[in-house]
């Protein structure tokens, strides 16, 4: 697809940095002298994301005063999605799916939560508690040794993605960041703030409720685990593909 270079450059000319009612006044990532604009999509999520994360502290502390539409805080509504019951530490093998490379990767270095992009029910990792519900995905399959603490999830753990939308919005009015319709990386930008408040939500299920991962009721079988620690072991189980 061909990018309208000249919106392009009035977008990201007009608009040098952005601030909102904080103290942040941030360089907004300008594309380096000597590489195209298709070359300048393939960095821009990175450039981006540095940015948020600079400032992270002070972004996170304006998550936490936001009142969701329903009147509730982020953690209140975070809390919602699980049962009313104290977690319960318990060990639990866990199948997975990923290709070769990504396998030898995550042995390596553990599951990188800055990779997540599903979040139906939640911003963390997805496993099958069977192989039936690893049918629909390809590569490898792998098993996991989980050990941490496993809250109930509820149904309302389907509507994490309206919480992501919420703060997202109220993120970008913040930092007076437009969703503009004409720039030919918005859905990059869009991308990168849900990332962003995914790390954010993460945290908070983690460290503040204190949960590592949950059985997700109605899910044919998935299992999400929040904290990468609790992984405590991956391993190739079949190598067809």
Do not use: W
Not at 26 to 48: A, N, R, V
Not at 73 to 98: A, G
Not at 162 to 179: C, E, G, H, T, V
Request: proline share 4%; aromatic share 14%.
């Amino acid at each position: 697809m061909k990018i309208n270079s000249i919106n392009t450059v009035n977008f990201y000319t007009s608009r040098n940095t952005f601030k909102g009612s904080s103290s942040i006044s941030e360089e907004y990532p300008k594309k380096p002298e000597g590489i195209s604009f298709y070359e300048y999509e393939g960095i821009f999520g990175d450039l981006f994301y540095g940015c948020l994360d600079k400032h992270k502290e002070e972004l996170y502390r304006h998550l936490d005063s936001i009142t969701l539409k329903d009147g509730t805080s982020v953690s209140q509504n975070l809390r919602s999605m699980f049962k009313d019951t104290e977690p319960v530490t318990e060990e639990r093998l866990l199948l997975h799916k990923t290709y070769l490379e990504n396998y030898e990767k995550i042995k390596e270095g553990g599951f990188d939560p800055t990779k997540i992009n599903k979040t139906e029910y939640g911003p963390g990792f997805y496993f099958g508690n069977c192989e039936g519900a690893l049918t629909i995905y390809s590569g490898v399959t792998c098993k996991i040794n989980y050990r941490g603490r496993t809250a109930r999830g509820k149904t309302a753990l389907r509507e994490y993605n309206q919480i992501n939308a919420q703060l997202n919005s109220s993120l970008r009015d913040y930092l007076k960041i437009p969703f503009n319709l004409a720039s030919p990386l918005r859905f990059k930008e869009d991308s990168v703030l849900r990332k962003f408040i995914n790390e954010y939500t993460r945290n908070k299920i983690v460290n503040e409720l204190g949960i590592d991962g949950t059985n997700v009721p109605g899910s044919e079988g998935y299992f999400i685990v929040f904290n990468p620690d609790a992984v405590k072991s991956i391993d190739l189980l079949r190598y067809e593909y």
